[in-house]
């Protein structure tokens, strides 16, 4: 009699623990995987009922993405800068070369014009291996035929037109500056006044962690080097 009782009694355990985990399963939409998970339509995520396994804790599908690190710290990344504004004059162009580190020629409407980069400036051509290095990157950066967006700022007095250089949205302008490749220029910075502390901000960086052109002892400025005789190409 006892052992029936005893039966019995394990009869009854274990049916309420199949109906647990029925109810379990049907309290959610959708099938399990092999490993006891699944997608739950209903409440959205993705779950296992077995998170005794050792498995890792489930996230729901619509978890937010934690953010990046700054980009002004990852060298090589482009980096996007504020909306501009409506009264900005954009002008959509084609890169026909790099000439240095600041300064490219494009085409519009079939006409070739010569840009300079506003607001920045590249070690000169002489200053190697710097000036060569910043080229070089510059060529990487904006190759024969990519099309690019243009903020026009100004018209300097050799007749080029003075400019930020947007690929993507991102300023090519500050990129350079962030990978130690050209360093601002304070005569001219308030031509990017929106984005002024974002330049600063980029060189500083650049400088502390000995990036480009900041890598040596007692750098030279690019406009001292041009006061010096350097001709403008």
Known sequence: MKISLKGSALSILFLSTSLLSISQVQA??????????????QNGGYHCHNSGTGGSPSIPSSSPVAPSSNPLNSPGNEIQLPSRSSTDNIMSVQV???KDGDTIAVTSSGKLLKIRFACIDAPEEEQNPWGTTSTSRL???LPK??????????????????????KAGKSINLQMVAEGQAVVYPQYINGCAGTKNQYLQSESQAKQ??????????????WNVRKAGVAIR
């Open 28 to 41: 959610h939409s959708g099938r399990t995987d092999a490993s006891g998970c699944h997608h739950d339509r």
């Open 96 to 98: 026909a070369s790099v």
């Open 139 to 141: 060529k990487t950066l």
């Open 145 to 166: 035929g990519q099309t690019i967006n243009l903020r026009v700022v100004d018209t300097d007095r050799y007749g080029r037109t003075v400019a930020e250089v947007f």
């Open 209 to 222: 962690q000995r990036l480009g052109f900041w890598n040596q002892v007692k750098p030279v400025m690019p």
